[in-house]
Structures are given as C-alpha cells and as structure tokens.
C-alpha cells in the first residue's frame, strides 16, 4: 500500500501535443482516486506516466516516499486495467490469471494461492478450467481484473475498464469494484469520461480538462461548490441549467436578476460574495434540473416559458422549456405528488411557470466562468 504523489508533472509528446500541464496531486494510502474528464483532456496520458508506461517530461512523481520517474514499469509495484482486456485466448482463465507471476518465477504453491484468492473474489472459480472465448464480456473483464489483483500491488491503475461492457453490465460491474475496493483495501487510481462512475467510485474526484486540472475534490464539494462552470456543467446529469442574470449589490446583500424574475440571496451567498469582493455585474447563473419547480399557482415571482419536449422517464419528467434567450432550460419534476391535472398542465406546447431555491445557485464570471463564489 502507499501514496502517490504528482508534482509539477508535464507531458509533452514527440508531436509537441502538451497533454498535461502542471499536475499536482497528493493521493493518500488506499484513496480511491477518480479522474474524470472529456476524450482527450489527457487522463489515460498521466495514469500511464504513473504507471511508467510513458516518460515525465518534467515534473516528480513518487510512489510512497520514492521518487520513480526513472524506475522500470515492472519494479513500480503496480498493476494496471486496460479498457482492452487483451486476454490470452489460447489459454486457460487460470493461465491468463498466473501468466505474469510464472514470468516472475514465483514459487507454484504462491501463484495457485492467488489465483484461487483472485478468482474467488471476483467469482469466477467455476471459469478457471475454460478458454476466455467461452465467457461472456463481464467475465472476461473479471478476469482482467483478476490478473492485477494477483499481482497484490501497492497501487491499482485503471483506465475506463468498464466502457466495453453494456449499460446493465456496467453499473453491475461498477457496484463490484466498490465491494473489491472494500476488499483489497489499497490505493486506486481510476480513468473515466463517465461522470456517474466518477462520482459513484472516487473518496476524491479530479476533473480534468485540455492537460489542466479544473478541480480535486469529494464527489458532493465538486457537486455542490464547482470551482468554474466547466466543473458545474460536467457533473450533474442532465447538465446544469445556465441563464443570463444581473447581480445586484444592494445596501444590505445582493440580488439577481434574470428572465424576468428578482432573487434575493441568501446570507451565506451574500457572505462568499462579500468576501469574493464581488460587485454588480453581469453573471452567469447555474441552477440544476432537479432544483427547479413548477408555479402552478403562478401567483409566486416566477420566470415564464413554453414547454417545448415533454419527457416521461418514470418516476419524474424531463421537461424542456424555452424562456426568453434561454432556449433549452431543463426541469426535472418528480410525477408522485402531481394530480391529473398538473401533470396535463405539462404537456409539450403548455405554457408554464417555474423558479427555483437562491440556495442551489451557482454564479459565474461570464468572462472567466470562474465561480463568484467558490475558489
Ligand atoms: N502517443 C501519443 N503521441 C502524441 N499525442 C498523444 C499520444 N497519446 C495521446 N496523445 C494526445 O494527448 C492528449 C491527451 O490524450 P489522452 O491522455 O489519451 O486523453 P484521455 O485519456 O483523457 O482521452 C490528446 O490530445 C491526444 O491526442
Ligand atoms: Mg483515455
């Protein structure tokens, strides 16, 4: 078991693509460390230095209290989880599973051990006799697993080991590696575009974007404190709503203005956006789709649209609704308290009226899309 630490680390690439910038991260002994981002945002570039499967081009990176950016990949005590789970075929599970402690000449009794240690915490002892072509694609990817975990390494790498498998499989597969973490009990560090997995997986999350960190933090501090409106509008689904507004300074707090509707801030906004030193100015205002509620009284201060899609998920609605500049804003509205009649007042091509709590809202610098008040 042991920390990872990443200071300063940069990748620059033959081709001269910068794929990480100044990546400074301290992940503690047996974290489960996620990092989340867009295709590209060069996730699978800085678990490869980590795993010493690409050169620091600067920067540190110590494993424990060693520094290891010039030690071999294999005397890094790791194991790493690709999203290609290249199994050998023309061996046995049991085979794949003790091919990399054979190749380290580690004594028989060990290697069956682990392998039966391995196999039966991922339940697939039954499997060991047979060839991977006769497992299904949850299994095969168990069996990757497995072939790390025999390894009993300091540190787990995993890069997107879920995405080859379908929705049902995957959120399975996802609530194992939950249980397995529990298990193994070291440290992790996890590679994926999907927030879902991102939030439902990591002690911290580390949002990515273009080689820069955009923020590190619990999957509830990213959620409900996002450093800028790239981090509010990547976690969350579907994505946060962002209107135009005006932020008023006013004698004794701060108000907002947007579509028509007066917010006065709560006293903790009013404080942040004190000590931010925050004046009157134009902002962006997030507001999630599950925050917002329907005026069906309309009687209350409340922006007013036009339902453009109506969509029936189950137990709540998704509805879109055009509303001034504001062409796409989301509501998600639980169905179990509406009466027949609310819930006819929702069909697409209805007008209607709805606002939300000052306490969920988020507010931008539209210039910088940096937070006004969290930094
Ligand atoms: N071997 C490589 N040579 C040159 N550029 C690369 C190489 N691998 C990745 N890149 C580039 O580095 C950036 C980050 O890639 P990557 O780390 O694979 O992103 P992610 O895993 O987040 O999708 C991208 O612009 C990608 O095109
Ligand atoms: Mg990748």
Redesign the pocket.
């Known amino acids: 078991m042991a920390s990872v630490t990443l200071e300063h680390v940069k ?1 620059i ?3 001269h ?4 910038q100044d990546f400074n991260l301290n992940i503690k002994d047996k974290e489960f460390v996620v ?1 989340v ?12 230095m980590i795993a010493g499967l ?1 050169d620091i081009s600067e920067g540190t990176l110590k494993i424990g209290e060693r520094v290891v950016n010039d030690v071999e990949p294999k005397d890094r005590d790791i194991a790493m989880v690709f999203q290609n789970y290249a199994l050998y075929p023309h061996i046995t599970v049991y085979e794949n599973l003790a091919f990399s402690l054979r190749i380290r000449k580690m004594d028989k009794n060990e290697i069956h051990r682990r392998v039966c240690q391995a196999a039966e915490i991922l339940g697939i002892t039954e499997y060991l006799a047979r060839k991977p072509k006769a497992l299904s694609g949850g299994q095969r990817q168990r069996v990757a697993i497995g072939r790390a975990i025999v390894r009993e390494p300091q540190v787990f790498l995993m ?2 080991p879920l995405s080859n498998l379908d929705a049902k499989l995957r959120n399975q597969m996802r609530a194992e590696i939950i249980l397995l973490r529990k298990r193994l009990d070291t440290t992790f560090i996890y ?1 994926t ?1 999907d927030q879902t997995e991102a939030m439902t997986l990591g002690d911290r999350i580390v949002i ?1 974007k273009d ?1 820069f960190i955009q923020q590190v933090g619990t999957p509830q501090e990213v959620f409900e404190t996002p450093h800028n409106l790239f981090v509010a509008c990547f976690i969350g689904s579907p994505q946060m709503n962002i209107f135009n507004g005006k932020l008023v300074k006013e004698a004794n707090g701060y108000s907002v203005n947007l579509l028509g509707m007066k917010l006065n801030l709560d006293e903790e906004k009013c404080a942040l956006l004190r000590k931010n030193n925050v004046s009157s100015m134009d902002v962006l205002v997030g507001a999630r789709p599950e925050h917002m509620t329907v005026c069906f009284d309309n009687k209350a201060s409340a922006i007013n649209g036009m339902i453009t899609v109506n969509e029936m998920m189950g137990s709540e609605l998704h509805l879109h609704v055009a509303a001034g500049d504001s062409k796409n804003t989301i509501l998600r509205i639980p169905t179990i308290d509406l009466t027949p009649a609310q819930r006819a007042s929702l069909d697409a091509g209805n007008s209607i009226a709805f606002t939300f709590p000052t306490k969920v809202i988020q507010l931008f610098d539209p210039a910088t899309e940096e937070s006004l008040l969290y930094r």
């Open positions: 990748k690439y033959d081709n693509v910068v794929a990480v990092f981002g867009p295709s590209g945002c060069g996730k699978s570039t800085t678990l490869r690409e890069d997107e590679v575009h990515m080689g």
